[in-house]
Structure formats: C-alpha cells, structure tokens
C-alpha cells in the first residue's frame, strides 16, 4: 500500500517545506574577517543560529567587512 505514502515536493533549495505556513525568509548580518573563507565559515555559524537553508558571503566597502547573507524557513 505504498500509494498512501508520498514523499513530499522539494522547493527550489532542495530541501523539503515545514509543516505550517512557513515561507523563506532572507536575512543578513555584517561580520568582520580577514579573507572570504574565514567570512564564509563564520557566515556558516551566524546562518545556523537561523537554521538556514543557504548562505553567501560578499565584501563591503569597508576593509575587512563582509556581508553574511542567508536564507531560511520562518
């Protein structure tokens, strides 16, 4: 009787839809590093406090100033 049992539809970022009436949300916060990988890794950190989904990091005009993007379910 596996006809009863579906998997559910994956969203555009491959993950599958929260029960409830969640929509993706995007946020971003301004971090400090000394090169992109280190930005990335503490944007990582900062976007699992969200339980994001996505993350990217871009530079500022600011010497050392990254900008952490992220994407999550809210």
């Not at 930005?39 to 900008?67: F, H, L, R």
């Amino acid at each position: 009787m596996g006809w009863f049992f579906s998997k559910p539809s994956d969203n555009e970022l491959g993950e599958y839809l929260p029960e409830g009436e969640s929509t993706i949300q995007e946020g971003s916060e301004y971090l400090e590093a000394s090169s992109k990988p280190e930005a990335k890794e503490k944007c990582d950190e900062i976007a699992a406090e969200y339980g994001a989904v996505e993350s990217s990091v871009e530079p500022t005009e600011n010497d050392g100033g990254w900008m952490c993007n992220f994407k999550f379910w809210g």
